[in-house]
C-alpha cells in the first residue's frame, strides 16, 4: 500500500515508519511545511496521488509545558485545523484513500474514576475532552465523502524511548518514585509497538471504523503502576508525590494527565481479533526496559 503519515518524525510515527517500511509498504512522509502547512492551510496535493491510507498523528505535544492560554490554543487548534485540513483536501481528491487512521486520546472520557470505558461510553467533561469531541469531529469531511474513518483514542504510551515512561526513569532509578496523588486512578497503557501494530490492523481491517480504544486490556491504577516499575527496576518507590504538590507543579494539566482516572477496555481491537503481545505490564516493562 501506499500510505501518507503526519506527524512521522515523533515517538509513534517514528515507529509506524519503520514498521510500514518493513513490511513493504510505500510511506510518504508528510513534513511541514513542504508537503503540507495546517497554520497556512496549504497540502502539496501532487505528492499524495495514488495513496490508499493515511494515518494522521500530527499535533501539539500537550505534556511539553504547563497549560497556559496560548499552549492550550495551540494544542485545540494543532489538532482540530491539522485533522480538519487532512480530511478536506483527501475527500475532495478524484481517487480518494480507502481509510484515515487519525489520532485522539482516551481524554475524551474525562475523569471516570473505575468505571469500565469501552467506545460506545459517553464523553467526558474539561479541557481534553473538549479537544478531543473537536478533533474526532474534525474528519466528518472524509466521512461524508465515503472515507473509512479510525479515531485511534491512545491511553499512556509506553518506550523506553520516550514519553511519559522516559520522564519517569530517572526518578525510580535513583529510588525517589512513588504513588501520584492517592494512586487509585486508573491509567490505562500501551506499548508502543502494540500500538504500532494496531495502527496497521485498523488500516488492513476493513470493518474497523470510528472510535477505536488503543489501549491495553489490562489498565492498571497509578499505585499498581508504580508498585510494578519499581519492582522492574529493583527500587523502592516510598516517596508519594500529594495531589497538592502534583497541581503546584504542573498547573490544570495534574489534573487532566496525572490525577485522571480512565479505565478503558479496548472493546472493538479485541472484537476484531487484533492480539496484543504485552498484556501483563511487568513482562512489558521487563522487555522494553531490559
Known amino acids: 500500500m501506499r500510505i501518507a503519515v503526519t506527524g512521522s518524525t515523533g515517538l509513534i510515527g517514528s515507529a509506524l515508519v519503520t514498521m510500514l517500511t518493513n513490511g513493504g509498504h510505500e510511506v510518504v512522509r508528510m513534513r511541514r511545511p513542504a508537503e503540507w502547512d495546517p497554520d497556512a492551510g496549504t497540502v502539496n496535493a501532487s505528492v499524495l496521488n495514488g495513496v490508499d491510507a493515511v494515518v494522521h498523528l500530527a499535533g501539539e505535544n500537550v505534556a511539553a509545558g504547563r497549560w497556559t492560554a496560548t499552549r492550550k490554543t495551540r494544542i485545540r ?4 485545523k491539522g485533522t480538519k ?9 478524484g481517487k480518494r484513500p480507502q481509510v484515515l487512521v487519525s489520532a485522539s486520546a482516551i481524554g475524551y472520557y474525562g475523569d471516570r474514576g473505575a468505571e469500565v470505558l ?3 461510553s459517553s464523553p467526558g467533561h474539561g479541557f481534553l475532552a473538549d479537544v478531543c469531541r473537536q478533533w474526532e469531529a474534525a474528519t466528518d469531511t472524509a466521512t461524508r465523502n465515503g472515507i473509512r474513518v479510525v479515531h485511534l483514542r491512545t ?3 509506553l518506550s523506553e524511548k520516550g514519553g ?4 519517569m526513569l530517572l526518578p525510580f532509578k535513583i529510588g525517589l ?15 508502543l509497538d502494540d500500538l504500532t501494530s494496531a495502527i496497521v490492523h ?8 470510528g472510535a477505536v480504544n488503543t489501549v491495553s486490556p489490562s489498565p492498571v491504577t497509578n499505585l499498581e503502576f508504580t508498585k510494578v516499575l519499581g519492582r522492574v527496576l529493583s527500587r523502592p518507590t516510598i516517596f508519594p508525590l500529594p495531589a497538592f504538590a502534583t497541581r503546584f507543579a504542573f498547573g490544570e494539566m495534574a489534573d487532566a494527565l496525572l490525577l485522571a482516572s480512565a479505565r478503558v ?6 472484537a476484531s481479533r487484533f492480539i496484543f503481545r504485552h498484556k501483563d505490564l511487568e513482562a512489558a516493562l521487563r522487555e522494553i526496559l531490559r
Open 164 to 167: 511519559a515512561l522516559k520522564q
Open 202 to 209: 485498523c488500516i488492513q481491517a476493513s470493518g474497523v471504523h
Open 177 to 191: 518514585g512513588g504513588r501520584i496523588g492517592s494512586g487509585d486512578q486508573y491509567w490505562s497503557w500501551i506499548l
Open 118 to 120: 469501552r467506545e460506545d
Open 77 to 80: 487548534d494543532s489538532r482540530v
Open 155 to 157: 491511553g499512556i504510551v
Open 265 to 270: 477496555e479496548p472493546t472493538k481491537l479485541l
Open 85 to 93: 485540513l487532512i480530511a478536506e483536501t483527501f475527500g475532495k481528491m
